[in-house]
């Protein structure tokens, strides 16, 4: 099924419902699906980004933010994902890498994901996802638009990439025109600050317990609030939905004398419908994933009186920039803020940043006393897992954490 169709088919199922019937995150959803609907439309203008890219840049200049990952994602999580894979593979000859990067290629040389007018990326974490971008810029014949994240984390790092945001601008209104007005940038920082504060509360909340969401959907909620989607009231609000919800669930369902058992996920669940294995980790293997670390708000607020500023500190201040032990100290803290029980790490194929360190990371946590167990899977396609090897690896984890 393609991504337009995809789109379509979560916008009109769940717009179909009143607004308010909908809870937190079927809204999100349907902005999510929404949005990339718009992408497919020849009114308005697309930027493509890679993970991480400030979402905030698109809306100062009236870009529709295409996280093409984001959309493979999507496709995953209806289950329909499979097909745009054997595409990228069919292109690229290989399954060595990402499937949601063969979804990416699959849509670039198929003509499936929608036209990008720019594209924008800073180098962090995955340097496949910078290979789809440049191929995608050769592809469509658009400008690739990069701003550099050095790895060593000097005083100087923040003005070097300070001056390249500024420089950003200035390409952007050469394309697009002075839409980068003092009043413009307010209003966007207004608006993601204030998500950001919503969702610091939701993070809260998520590590005292669990939420009303499915744990698949859960784990979007920071990644999609934060850095798929342009920053407006409608996001603020549907972000405040997310919040009270979860309150409400929390108060109604106060946690149980049940002995479970809290976990820290490094990466994220599964992407594909896949209700058995989550009934199983749940009920049968009382494994609560409270937490994400990509669920994480590391970064610090926006100022308007100092916008490059600000965007190069929301670089920096990724835990994925710069030695491993900066992310090891980002896991470790987060496990103890909310006293994990222990930490399940995805290796997910094809993924080298994800996968090499391993060894290293399960030294880190064993040297603090934290049980940790690396699973090898693919988060987005079904075929690639070996489900009952993945349920003895957690049977024995469990075993474990009980000890």
């Given at each position: ?5 995809v ?14 019937a ?40 009236d ?20 097909p745009?894979v ?8 290989s ?21 990008p007018?720019?594209?924008l ?23 690739y ?13 923040m003005?070097?990439?300070a ?5 950003l ?6 394309l ?7 009043s413009k ?18 993070e809260?909340?998520?590590?005292k317990g ?10 979007f ?5 934060a850095?798929?989607l ?17 309150e ?15 976990i820290?996920?490094m ?5 594909f ?5 989550f009934?199983?980790?749940?009920e049968?293997?009382k ?5 994400e ?19 190069a500190w929301?670089?920096?201040?990724n ?7 900066r ?12 006293q ?10 094809g993924?080298?940043?994800?996968i ?6 399960k ?6 006393g ?15 897992v ?12 469990l075993s474990?954490?009980?000890s």
């Amino acid at each position: 099924m393609p991504i337009k169709t995809v789109c379509k088919k979560l916008v009109d199922e769940l717009g179909s419902n009143p607004w308010d019937a909908l809870d937190g995150i079927s809204q999100l959803t349907y902005r999510w699906a929404l949005d990339g609907l718009r992408a497919y439309e020849e009114t308005g203008r697309n930027a493509w980004i890679g993970e991480f890219f400030p979402t905030e840049v698109c809306q100062i200049f009236d870009l529709v933010p295409v996280h093409v990952e984001g959309l493979i994602a999507l496709m995953f999580l209806d289950g329909s994902g499979g097909p745009i894979v054997d595409e990228g593979v069919k292109y690229t000859q290989s399954r060595d890498i990402c499937s949601f990067q063969h979804g990416g290629y699959g849509g670039i040389y198929a003509k499936t994901l929608p036209s990008p007018d720019v594209i924008l990326r800073f180098n962090v974490l995955c340097d496949g996802r910078e290979k789809i971008l440049h191929v995608a810029s050769h592809e469509y014949k658009k400008p690739y638009l990069y701003v550099d994240v050095p790895d060593t984390l000097i005083p100087s790092s923040m003005s070097y990439i300070a001056k390249q945001y500024e420089a950003l601008f200035k390409d952007l209104e050469r394309l697009f025109g002075p839409l980068a007005t003092e009043s413009k940038i307010r209003e966007v920082f207004h608006y993601s600050n204030q998500v950001r504060e919503n969702l610091l509360k939701i993070e809260a909340l998520r590590k005292k317990g669990k939420t009303p969401y499915h744990d698949q959907y859960a784990c979007f909620i920071t990644p999609v609030l934060a850095w798929y989607l342009g920053h407006d009231q409608e996001l603020v609000k549907i972000s405040q939905r997310i919040l009270k919800e979860i309150e409400a669930y929390q108060r109604q369902n106060p946690p149980s004398d049940e002995r479970r058992f809290k976990i820290l996920l490094m990466l994220l669940p599964f992407m594909f419908p896949f209700e058995p294995f989550f009934q199983w980790q749940n009920e049968q293997m009382k494994l609560d994933v409270l937490l994400e670390e990509m669920g994480d708000v590391f970064w610090r607020p926006l100022d308007p009186d100092k916008p490059f500023e600000s965007l190069a500190w929301r670089c920096l201040d990724n835990f994925s920039i710069g030695p491993l032990e900066r992310r090891l100290e980002h896991a470790l803290k987060l496990a103890k803020g909310f006293q994990a029980d222990g930490i399940v790490h995805i290796s997910h194929w094809g993924c080298r940043h994800i996968i090499a360190p391993v060894k290293v990371m399960k030294d880190f946590f064993s040297g603090h006393g934290i049980p940790f167990i690396d699973v090898d899977a693919d988060l987005g396609d079904s075929r690639n897992v070996d489900l009952s090897a993945i349920k003895s690896r957690l049977e024995g984890f469990l075993s474990i954490l009980k000890s």
